[in-house]
């Protein structure tokens, strides 16, 4: 493998409009299943958008107001599912697509979930702890009529914590005046979460990436893989592949990334991740932009950052022949159509990283009954849960002659309508 890709000039970055692309990849699924007109109406509007503004004190003394939001796509086949993000770029748009997302990711993965997510306008990085825990225990009160473990249950996303899902049940609970452990997964072990959660989107990822091996009949040891995207996905799918004999060559965050043509250990990275606060520098490593990484001549790019990365402008410089969305919505629309006409095998983010979502299930179960599981157990039941999606999107994919996306597409949207018909409009 070269050492380094040539260097170019980026192309400048444009902002994904990602409401646009979750209303396009609906409608050309609609077209393909022969959704009637009406439940596309139904399927393309969330059943609720809600606003609201978040004050808080700062440690300074200043009182800074943030917007927040909370969007249910579809509650047909049962309550609300989602994690909450805080992040600059939050827009009421991206929480819309987000939600209706997830409402075909849990569909996807048989679970009795519709689809939700939420947000804050908000740059956590520059926050403290006792910040955070104020602007996460108003969000909450202000979202608190439209939460419930019946109703709709957040988790953790894009810069947020099982400890700001612990302030999230704690200030839920606070208001019922009992403990709820269900109206939220994600949480720490000590009080009510899962164990095997921290890891479940990653394992869930790997999962999908070794079945699609196994489909293309590639052999796994010593195959590149690169991640962007250090965070909690990206750091264990790069350690659980790493494990399974795979050579992890490159990896990111958003302060640029880092090529290590031989291989690197991801537990040396990580711990020099926590110490400097980026990979870049780590030892022995050459210096790759975010944007070079998804180029490098890798086997399997796992993209586990944000949105809108893989487009119609670097498309076909992808050298990895699997592609894994360890992120949601990384690859646009037009992005989908090159990679396909290339021969890329593209696992879809409503399948390749539903793992989280699917042990966030597993939680909420344990939780409504007091019962809980080993890890064992949990990683277990997250196989055979992964195993059985991926072969039910596979196999729609080789009868309709489609990609893998336009296939997840086919069954998740399918059973939500199909649940939607059977319940009828009410009133």
């Not at 810069?159 to 939220?184: E, F, H, L, R």
Request: charged share 25%; with cysteine.
């Amino acid at each position: 493998m070269a050492s380094k890709i040539k260097k170019t000039a980026p192309p400048p970055i444009v902002k994904l409009d990602a409401w646009k692309v979750a209303q396009q990849q609906l409608r050309n699924v609609a077209e393909l299943i022969g959704l009637d007109e009406s439940l596309y109406g139904i399927l393309s509007t969330p059943r609720l958008c809600v606003t609201v503004s978040v004050p808080i004190r700062h440690d300074d003394g200043q009182i800074r107001v943030y917007t927040g939001y909370r969007v249910q796509h579809s509650t047909s086949r049962g309550p609300g599912k989602g994690g909450i993000r805080f992040h600059p770029d939050v827009t009421l748009d991206e929480v819309k697509a987000l939600a209706m997302w997830m409402t075909w990711k849990c569909s996807v993965m048989g679970l009795p979930y519709g689809g939700a997510k939420g947000g804050i306008t908000c740059d956590p990085k520059t926050m403290s702890m006792h910040e955070l825990e104020r602007l996460t225990r108003r969000y909450t009160s202000e979202i608190l009529p439209i939460i419930g473990p019946e109703r709709d249950i957040p988790a953790p996303d894009v810069n947020t914590t099982p400890q700001i899902m612990a302030w999230v049940m704690d200030t839920y609970s606070m208001n019922k005046g009992y403990t709820v452990p269900g109206v939220v997964t994600g949480k720490p072990v000590e009080i009510g979460g899962s164990l095997g959660r921290n890891t479940a989107t990653a394992r869930g990822l790997m999962f999908t990436v070794l079945s699609a091996m196994d489909r293309l009949g590639i052999k796994r040891n010593g195959l590149r893989v690169a991640v962007q995207g250090y965070g909690n996905a990206g750091y264990y799918v790069a350690k659980l592949l790493h494990e399974q004999g795979f050579r992890i060559v490159a990896c990111s965050t958003s302060k640029g990334g880092i090529l290590v043509e031989r291989g690197f250990d991801p537990d040396a990275v990580q711990a020099h991740y926590q110490k400097t606060g980026g990979v870049g520098g780590f030892k022995g490593a050459d210096a790759v932009t975010n944007e070079e990484l998804l180029e490098l001549d890798c086997d399997i790019l796992l993209p586990c950052a944000l949105e809108g990365q893989i487009t119609d402008k670097n498309a076909d410089r992808i050298k990895a022949r699997i592609v894994g969305e360890g992120a949601n919505g990384p690859t646009t629309p037009e992005a989908d159509a090159i990679l396909q006409g290339n021969g890329k095998f593209v696992i879809p983010d409503v399948l390749a990283n539903a793992g989280g979502v699917t042990v966030s299930y597993f939680e909420w179960v344990q939780a409504l009954q007091e019962y809980f599981w080993s890890e064992k157990e949990v990683n277990a039941k997250l196989k055979e849960l992964m195993d059985r999606a991926f072969e039910s999107v596979y196999a729609v994919s080789q009868e309709k002659k489609i990609d893998m996306r336009r296939a997840a597409y086919v069954v998740g949207v399918s059973r939500v309508a199909e649940a939607h018909r059977l319940r009828g409009l009410y009133p």
